[in-house]
């Protein structure tokens, strides 16, 4: 069974910064995107980010654009999510997760529903 493993995520004050991994090497299944998720209590899973090993497109949820960036290390199978400028409606448990789907241009790795692996989460809070 792939095992994702997240950490980095802590207690923050808004406007402070986080840095999430995202660690892959338990995944032995070929994957094509890494994306990140967010979920609130009372709230659906939503899409934060996501990266495409096929074109190297990655997308961003309007939410945390110009906040967040995704970036990968292939050599070390991480996937990390610098998180700059939070807010306290960032607040919420942090997912990882990899696909076997193969999608050009990237977009639909944004969503939950089109990712197979998944971490356990670590959790955020944003809190003054």
């Known amino acids: 069974q792939a095992q994702l493993v997240e950490s980095g995520g802590g207690k923050v004050q808004p406007g402070g910064s986080l840095t999430l991994s995202c660690g892959l090497a338990?995944?032995?299944?070929?994957?094509?995107?890494v994306g990140w998720f967010r979920q609130a209590p009372g709230k659906d899973r939503e899409g934060v980010s996501c990266?495409?090993?096929?074109?190297?497109?990655?997308f961003y949820a309007d939410s945390v654009k110009g906040r967040f960036t995704i970036s990968r290390d292939d050599a070390k199978k991480t996937v990390s999510l610098q998180m700059n400028n939070l807010k306290p409606e960032d607040t919420a448990v942090y997912y990882c997760?990899?696909?076997?789907?193969?999608?050009?241009?990237?977009?639909?790795?944004?969503?939950?529903?089109?990712?197979?692996?998944w971490g356990q989460g670590t959790q955020v809070t944003v809190s003054s």
């Open positions: 338990g995944v032995t299944a070929k994957y094509y995107a």
């Open positions: 990266t495409s090993y096929i074109d190297n497109n990655t």
């Open positions: 997760a990899a696909s076997r789907r193969y999608y050009t241009g990237g977009y639909y790795y944004i969503f939950p529903g089109e990712h197979d692996f």
